[in-house]
Nanobody
Framework: QVQLVESGGGLVQAGGSLRLSCAAS????????MGWFRQAPGKEREFVAA????????FYADSVKGRFTISRDNAKNTVYLQMNSLNLMDTAVYYC???????????????????WGQGTQVTVSS
């Protein structure tokens, strides 16, 4: 059974940092793009960042560019999201997602991803 398990969320003060992890099990995703999305209360799920299968290409939403960094360790079947300079607008449940199409370039649409984690809560306080 394929599983994506996020961890690393929590409560942090504005200006602080968190590092999210997404560990995959049940199959390897070393040839697949991975992404991070988030959903705040009352809002639709939105794209945050994505990374190519090799890690050579990354993409970010304008709202997080320069503050968040996505990375991956294919040997560990794990994707990370380093979040710096957090602000109140970053409060949301963060989800990782995996694209089943091998070696496809990362995409920003949630509909393009086939597996999802259960999410981890990130709360930024003032």
């Amino acid at each position: 059974q394929v599983q994506l398990v996020e961890s690393g969320g929590g409560l942090v003060q504005a200006g602080g940092s968190l590092r999210l992890s997404c560990a995959a099990s049940g199959r390897t995703f070393s040839s697949h793009a991975m992404g991070w999305f988030r959903q705040a209360p009352g809002k639709e799920r939105e794209f945050v960042a994505a990374i190519s299968w090799s890690g050579g290409s990354t993409f970010y939403a304008d709202s997080v560019k320069g503050r968040f960094t996505i990375s991956r360790d294919n040997a560990k079947n794990t994707v990370y999201l380093q979040m710096n300079s957090l602000n109140l607008m970053d409060t949301a449940v963060y989800y990782c997602a995996a694209d089943l199409h091998p070696r496809r370039s990362p995409i920003v649409a949630a509909s393009g991803y086939d597996y999802w984690g259960q999410g981890t809560q990130v709360t930024v306080s003032s």
